[in-house]
């Protein structure tokens, strides 16, 4: 029986450059959709697929991420005395237990590659989720939760895929499909940005995975490729020399939330979706002359 995964791993570290000025003293992974952060989908969509242990590689400015995850004492009196049970309620279900958080630092934003290493020492000898927070998934059940579905019969490395069209595999990692159902593949092969002509198929690596800890000693050796950065999809396709890679083609939605266009696509559909929202939304927006705008 494979080891059952524990662990998950959040890469905080990155500058953020796409978002600036926002990103400039506050860390991408705090932008908000509708009222919550992008970390906070995250670590809901981690707790649901059973995680209990929440890594955290951060970097500069994102001490901000810790506050988020930690009591706060003055706000939760204040809500308390204010009567806004609600409120605080919700505040309490959203923190980790006591204990079951880990915070390490990347010094110097070298690669997602270089960020999952530093949390080599936390994870130990384990197999371990990792999710780009980033990357804001929609699925029921959440998309950690239906890989690890899958891991539980293939064990293994697990990668999340999506289809996108042709035209834009050159902008992702793009991996070649085996025989298996679209809920548990076999990966025949992963490439870094191919050209058009030359991509094993139109599925994109999405930012979520499932990883076993070999994976660190090869990190440890990985020179910089792509865009002079550690890249975890060259470390992965040396896995794949020694070990299993089973895709899942998930069921649900993303949004690429480190694009401005995502994240406002993210934003509009999560809003539409709430029933305290929807209506004052539509009222606002149907008061927006949007053909005109269009
Ligand atoms: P991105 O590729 O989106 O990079 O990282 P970025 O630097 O955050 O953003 P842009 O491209 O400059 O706008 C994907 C995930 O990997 C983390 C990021 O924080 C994000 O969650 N990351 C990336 C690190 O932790 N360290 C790095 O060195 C790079």
Not at 53 to 66: C, D, S, W
Not at 127 to 136: E, K, N
Not at 239 to 253: A, P
Not at 276 to 284: Q, V
């Amino acid at each position: 029986m494979s080891k059952r995964v524990r662990t998950a791993v959040f890469p905080v570290a990155g500058l953020g450059t796409r978002f600036l000025p926002a990103t400039k003293a506050m860390p991408k992974e705090m932008l908000t959709v509708v009222d919550r952060p992008l970390i906070q989908y995250a670590v809901d969509e981690a707790r649901e697929a059973g995680i209990e242990h929440f890594v955290f590689v951060t970097g500069r400015n994102k001490g901000v991420i810790e506050d988020h995850f930690d009591r706060q004492f003055e706000l939760e009196t204040t809500l308390e005395v204010r009567g806004k049970t609600a409120a605080l309620h919700e505040l309490q279900k959203d923190l980790p237990s006591a204990g079951r958080t880990s915070f390490t630092r990347q010094q110097e934003p070298l690669g997602l590659g270089h960020a999952v290493w530093c949390a080599r020492d936390i994870v130990g000898d384990n197999p371990f989720a990792l999710l780009l927070p980033d990357m804001l998934f929609k699925g029921e059940p959440g998309v950690l939760k239906q890989m690890m579905d899958a891991y539980e019969e293939t064990g293994g490395n697990i990668i999340a895929v999506e289809e996108v069209p042709h035209d834009e595999v050159s902008s992702y990692g793009v991996i070649g499909r085996g025989e298996g159902p679209d809920n548990s593949f076999k990966l025949t092969e992963m490439v870094e940005k191919p050209k058009k002509e030359d991509a094993p198929s139109n599925l994109i690596i999405s930012g979520r995975y499932i990883l076993q800890p070999e994976i660190f000693s090869l990190l440890a050796e990985q020179t910089k490729g792509a865009g002079g950065e550690i890249q975890l999809t060259d470390a992965m396709q040396n896995l794949m020399h020694q070990q299993n890679f089973t895709g899942v083609k998930y069921v649900g939605k993303s949004f690429d939330c480190g694009s401005k266009i995502g994240f406002l696509t993210a934003n509009v559909v999560y809003a539409l979706e709430r029933d305290d929202i929807r209506p004052g939304f539509i009222r606002e927006l149907s008061k927006l002359d949007l053909e005109e705008q269009l």
